[in-house]
């Protein structure tokens, strides 16, 4: 049980694009997911706090036009990298959460922005 | 502001060595402490803890938590080269409900 999916694990795209990032839980259902970066050898980095059914709350330093979440169901949340630069590269982590303090992380989707 | 700590950052050792990992701490409001373990992907939970001086084991691991001191040790008695990876420590926080993570200690198992 407890499994959460990410879709694409792996995008390598032009910059100026956009490239979604799905994350799905497959066998549960959570009212918050979290989406998370990490950059190569460092720890993960909280960027925003998604509700369903509600707007996303972003950490400090995290552009909200550029990193756009919507999360349309209990079991469905996606993040948008909009207008992606080479800086935007990076693995990015979902994580959902069945109760407040239970987290079960997707397996990361890697982006490669040329 | 909120702070997660691991030490040391890396470490390299023998097959059959004993490691022992630090995570200390300072936040407000803390809840619970968990440990994971990175290899090449996502995290992958290990342990919950929630209560000082309750040692939590599974197999060769081990952790636990002095709420007194802000600090959790994980151990892991005679090391196989699988258990190479990152292991993080990430504190959860009442009234924000987040988790944050601390920089991780990258464990290296050679044969």
């Known amino acids: 049980g407890a499994v959460v999916s990410q879709h694409p694990s792996r995008v390598i795209c032009k910059s100026g694009t956009s490239v979604k990032i799905e994350c799905r839980s497959l066998d549960f259902q959570a009212t918050t997911m979290f989406w998370y970066r990490q950059f190569p050898k460092k720890s993960l980095m909280l960027m925003a706090t998604s509700n369903e059914g509600s707007k996303a709350t972003y950490e400090q330093g995290v552009e909200k036009d550029k990193f756009l979440i919507n999360h349309a169901s209990l079991t469905l949340s996606t993040l948008t990298v909009t207008s992606a630069h080479p800086e935007d590269s990076s693995f990015y982590i979902c994580?959902?959460?069945?109760?407040?303090?239970?987290?079960?992380f997707g397996p990361g989707t890697r982006l490669t922005v040329l | 502001e909120d702070k997660v700590v691991q030490s040391p950052l890396s470490l390299v050792v023998h097959e059959g060595d004993t490691v022992t990992l630090n995570c200390s701490y300072e936040?407000?409001?803390?809840?619970?402490l968990l440990w994971y373990k990175q290899e090449k992907k996502a995290p992958t939970f290990l342990f919950m803890l929630?209560?000082?001086?309750i040692e939590k084991k599974s197999g060769r691991l081990s952790s636990i938590l002095d709420k007194k001191e802000l600090f959790s040790i994980l151990n892991i008695t005679a090391t196989q080269t699988g258990d190479s990876a990152i292991y993080l420590c990430?504190?959860?926080?009442?009234?924000?409900?987040?988790?944050?993570f601390g920089t991780g200690t990258r464990l290296k198992v050679l044969a």
């Open positions: 990430a504190v959860f926080t009442s009234g924000t409900y987040k988790y944050i």
């Open positions: 994580s959902a959460a069945p109760t407040r303090e239970e987290q079960y």
């Open positions: 936040v407000t409001n803390f809840r619970s």
């Open positions: 929630t209560s000082s001086g």
